[in-house]
């Protein structure tokens, strides 16, 4: 069993969904990416994707679009991600999803990549443009591993597509709450509750819900039926405007995910796929 896996197993037994937070490697620089990762966590995070800075992130919104471009800017490299994650695994074992694109992976080698991602503590990949029917010789590898491959799904998703990403999905199915890029709402979408029903009769994978959560009452809103929400704009958002005070970037990070992490339980009174107000 895969950490993620043993991440769910755990909150399951403890009444809560998870929390799962991204962040770009190597913004603001791939040294305090990792202590940012290690505060995530103490703070209440229960998954990490640490994302793969890459020049044309298409599905990513402005606020990640602009992380890309600093981590870029700064030099991270894939190779130097992976040196995050060693760092990472020096004082953490909370699991780790490396979410990216796939030229990046395809340049460095795949083979390569997950070996040497296996070996640096990664637990899997999300590859953002790379849909189930392409993405074979990667899963071989992957499964060789012992990795997981998290794959998407959509509001517009039909039932052959989520028999497709079911048969091949591993850790969980991200399912996204709005057709569109990453980015924090003001209203969040909470008509998935039947949607992420029809995902469960076809795989007995958690069913993670993301893009546009940024705030307690969203994620309590999902609770009822979500297995994860997943967290990455607010999270960017704040990197962006302290990562020149890494104290206060720490404090800053703490104080929001702690408050996401307070709502992550289940038996929060909220109603199912309903926010409080």
């Known amino acids: 069993m895969s950490r993620i896996s043993e991440k769910f197993d755990e909150l399951r037994q403890r009444n809560r969904i998870a929390l799962v937070s991204y962040i770009t490697a ?11 990762a290690v505060k995530l966590e103490e703070s209440g995070a229960d998954i990490i994707e640490l994302g793969v800075p890459f020049s044309d992130p ?43 694109y796939y030229n990046p992976f395809f340049k460095y080698g795949l083979e390569r990549i997950v070996k040497d ?7 899997g990949f999300l590859v953002v443009d ?3 029917e392409e993405a074979g010789e990667l899963k071989a590898h992957t499964d060789r591993a012992g990795m997981d491959i998290v794959f998407l799904l ?37 008509s ?20 546009g959560i940024s705030s307690p009452e969203q994620v309590k809103g999902l609770s009822g039926y979500a297995d994860a929400v997943i967290v990455g704009s607010a999270i960017v958002r704040i990197i962006e405007r302290y990562g020149s005070e890494k104290e206060k970037l720490l404090n800053e990070l703490s104080g929001f995910v702690g408050g996401l992490s307070a709502a992550c339980g289940r038996n929060n009174g909220a109603s199912p796929g309903r926010a409080e107000s």
């Open 26 to 36: 190597g913004d603001p620089s791939l040294d305090t990416t990792a202590e940012i």
């Open 192 to 211: 998935l509750e039947g949607l992420t029903g029809e995902i469960r009769q076809a795989t007995g994978l958690p069913v993670g819900i993301g893009f």
């Open 117 to 123: 991602a296996a070996e640096a503590g990664a637990d």
């Open 130 to 132: 790379l849909p189930p």
């Open 154 to 190: 959509a509001p517009t998703s039909t039932s052959e597509r989520i028999a497709l990403v079911a048969e091949n999905a591993g850790g969980f199915v991200y399912l996204v709450s709005v057709t569109g890029v990453t980015g924090e709402r003001p209203e969040m979408n909470y």
């Open 58 to 100: 298409m599905a990513d919104g402005p606020v990640i679009q602009l992380a890309s471009e600093r981590a870029l800017a700064g030099g991270a490299t894939l190779a130097g991600v992976l040196g995050a994650v060693r760092k990472i695994r020096e004082k953490s074992a909370v699991p780790i999803i490396l979410f990216g």
